[in-house]
């Protein structure tokens, strides 16, 4: 069986306000000053403890702890699905078994692809634990290919962040990144094809699986 497994964070979603917000509220909260919001969006895709400590917060562990405080109550749902997601969903599902592949933890992203009704179109997700197990995305999808009992071979990972391309690269598995999100053209380049939009992933997704 072939597999595909979805980012969530600037490729499913727009998460931006609910998560900038939260950071800026966790770094107030610590007492720290935080810079302007335009300049945080760097913050999506990579685990924000190595975000925190990027921005030279001084105890990461505890900002964190302030983030969550905010985005677990507030900041999960100030999110927007991408417009057509849902029939780009429901056309890769009847091809592929889809899956999720998130470096938000799991806990939270389950209630997110919940509340937006993505979760019908998963045969099953994938995140990091609150504890930080598996935040590295490639033991994430190491993890989930050993849980599936698939090959990286037939399978392909979809981000916007050198992250998502990073990880498919060490597990050996192939990659498509999408330009919609917060990933840059230079994080692109890596990527074995890259998706200028949504709606055209399915076709991107079958080259891929052509090509191999």
């Known amino acids: ?82 417009s057509g997601v849902e029939g780009v969903l429901a056309r890769l599902a009847a091809e592929y078994r889809l899956c999720l592949a998130t470096a938000k933890p799991l806990v939270y992203a389950k209630r997110i692809t919940a509340h937006f009704g993505m979760d019908r179109h998963l045969s099953a997700q994938f995140g990091p634990e609150l504890d930080g197990t598996r935040n590295d995305k490639g033991d994430l999808l190491t993890y989930a290919l050993d849980q599936l009992g698939e090959r990286a071979g037939n399978a392909v990972m979809i981000g916007d962040r050198h992250h998502d391309i990073d990880a498919a690269r060490a597990v ?8 919609w999100g917060y990933g840059t053209p230079e994080e692109h380049r890596q990527a074995n094809l890259v998706c200028d939009h949504l709606t055209d992933l399915p076709e991107a997704v079958a080259r891929v699986f052509e090509t191999h």
Do not use: C, K, Q
């Open 172 to 179: 050996g598995m192939r990659s498509i990144a999408v330009t």
């Open 1 to 82: 069986m072939t597999t595909v497994f979805l980012d969530l964070d600037g490729t499913l979603t727009d998460p931006a306000v609910g998560i900038v917000t939260s950071v800026i509220y966790a770094l107030e909260h610590a007492g720290l000053d935080a810079p302007p919001p335009d300049t945080l969006t760097w913050v999506i895709g990579p685990p924000l403890i190595e975000s925190f400590a990027r921005l030279g917060v001084p105890d990461p562990v505890r900002a964190l702890a302030l983030y969550r405080e905010r985005f677990s109550e507030v900041g999960l749902f100030e999110n927007v699905p991408y």
